[in-house]
């Protein structure tokens, strides 16, 4: 069994974290975890009028973001596998980025993130911001150099995406190649369609 947790911070993008979720649910021996910070929750009000239960409906374990005692703030629980949890922070608001750049952590989406940092093991950030100000792609960079996987999100037309949906489960498998994960989401030159 395989622990991924998911962080969803308050950048845009909520859709693209249930996808995700969603696609997560289907691969075997997976067990979701599910943390949504609390400017995710407003963020994800105004994006798809939902509470956060919309999003850790879909994982298998969720944890609450001001509980810093939780598990995964400890490196043991990372450990407790024989195969080491991942993390994937989707959306990685600029705020998450910064925390996690300084090392200061507020809260359980990005304690964990730091863990997963100190401890090696494999951290996706799905960030979502325009334009970028060079304080975040010093932080990007920063972060980078310490050994997380920084993935903006820009979707790629060459799969040719027939729908919101298509598009962002090519995003979700191209998040899934980072950490190993197997899926059927698609992969260049295999196109789902040849012709729109
Ligand atoms: C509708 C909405 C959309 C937002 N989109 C973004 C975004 O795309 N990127 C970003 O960095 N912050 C965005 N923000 C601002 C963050 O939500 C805000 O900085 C928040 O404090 C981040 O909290 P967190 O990083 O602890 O989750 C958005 C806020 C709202 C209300």
Not at 12 to 35: D, E, K, W, Y
Not at 78 to 99: D, F, K, Q, Y
Request: aromatic share 4%.
């Amino acid at each position: 069994m395989r622990d991924i947790l998911v962080g969803v911070s308050g950048a845009s993008g909520m859709p693209l974290a249930a996808s995700l979720l969603q696609h997560l649910r289907s691969i075997p021996r997976v067990r979701t975890h599910c943390i949504v910070s609390a400017g995710a929750v407003g963020v994800l009000r105004e994006e798809c009028g939902v509470g956060p239960e919309y999003l850790t409906a879909l994982a298998d374990v969720s944890w609450q973001a001001d509980d810093l005692g939780a598990g995964p703030s400890s490196g043991s629980w990372w450990r407790r596998e024989s195969c080491p949890a991942a993390m994937l922070v989707v959306p990685c608001s600029m705020g998450t980025l910064g925390a996690l750049a300084s090392g200061a952590t507020h809260n359980l989406v990005q304690r964990a993130a730091d863990v997963a940092l100190k401890e090696h093991l494999p951290l996706v950030l799905v960030t979502r911001e325009s334009p970028l100000s060079a304080i975040h792609l010093r932080n990007m960079l920063t972060l980078r150099e310490a050994g997380a996987v920084i993935m903006p999100f820009s979707p790629g037309f060459y799969l040719r995406p027939r729908s919101l949906d298509e598009m962002l489960s090519q995003t979700c498998g191209r998040i899934f190649d980072q950490i190993g994960l197997p899926h059927a989401l698609g992969r260049w030159p295999d196109r789902k369609c040849d012709a729109l």
